[in-house]
């Protein structure tokens, strides 16, 4: 059973805002809901599946689904952090291939920038550990600093590899005009930020910003009734993976797997890959899905982001169009969501025509999600272009 081609992403909305503290949370899943729906050409009424993560309020997707009145017959409100909405969709792909649901919606919404939740280690839920590690100052930058400071120390990775990645997006931020950060940085104005985590400076770091986004998956015949160009879901991979009470490299993320049986599913090769996605809470987080997914070797990322790899629209691997997460918007913490909208934006030709990829075919986004450890929750979604 596979679900390569058997749902397609008809919707696809961005929340416009950054800051909004006049906004309730549920209010801002529906006002995506509706964003998506409309982008889509169908309602509320049409959907029949509903999946949304852990930043929906109250009893999550049971509140959400009451508070949008929709009646569905499947529902996952399943949480990965920020590679939760590239499982979702991988999730929803499969409930439509096996006739559970035909109009699946996807909704993530979210207000860290305006409430307490702002800053560096208070950006989820406390976790079992919470008691332990972060009261000590273990805080997700922490963590990636500790990926960061081992792929130095093992590979010769330098702080200016790691800073032509922000470099890259901010060069895609300049065309946003929704963006937070829009100025255009050098690789010398990232490494003499304010260090947040040796070796992670302030400019390695994501934007913490409020918004959301939502996405409408539909089955084959629907795809073809509606009057929008539709994007085929190939191929998905989850890797959730255990990492307490033992060694571990701290350099290896779960997207060795997720990337693997992502591939396997699309039946794709890496060098078919026009345009992708990276979750990128730092820039070290995008250095290790490039290894991991198999774009270069272990070890080798910091050399394969040198000379305008990553760089829209004419890069060997144009990553985060719209300036990611490293400069853009990162809703809830859960960046996974923003880089299917714009791997989908890339697909129907609909991205900045500053950053537009010529003749994108086929995207792969990639998330990472998790507390304490790179491991713990990746999801890899790949998706093709589909000729109207
Ligand atoms: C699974 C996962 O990986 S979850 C990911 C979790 N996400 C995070 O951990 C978020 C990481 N980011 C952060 O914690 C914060 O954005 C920080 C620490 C980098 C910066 O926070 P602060 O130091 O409080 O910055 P503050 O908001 O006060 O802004 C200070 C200046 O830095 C700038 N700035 C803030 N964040 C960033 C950033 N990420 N990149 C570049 N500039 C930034 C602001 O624009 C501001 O500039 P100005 O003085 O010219 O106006």
Redesign the pocket.
Known sequence: MTIRRKAFIAGAYEHPGRELPDRSIAQIHAEVALGALADAGLTLADVDGYFTGGDAPGLGGLAMADYLGLAVRYMDSSDM??SVYLSHVGHAAAAIATGKCSVALITLGGRPRTTALRA?GQ?MGAPPEAAFEPVFGM???AV?ALAAARHIHEYGTTSEQLAEIKVAASLHAQHNERAL?RKVVTVEDVVN?PM?SSPLH??D????TDGGGALVLVNEDIAKSLDRHCVAVLGHGEAIEHTKGGWQDVTVTGGVRSGRDAFEEAGVSRSNIDYVGLYD??TI?VLLALEDLGFCDKGEGGKFVLGGTLQAPFGKLPFNTDGGS??NN?PA?RGGMTKMIEAVRQLRGEAHSAVQVPDCEIALAHG???WLSTRMGNATVILGREDA
């Open positions: 952090g920020g560096p950006l805080n997700v930058s990636y950060l930020s947040v302030r400019l770091c994501c934007v913490v809470s730092f987080t490293l400069c990162h913490n990472t999600g998790g």
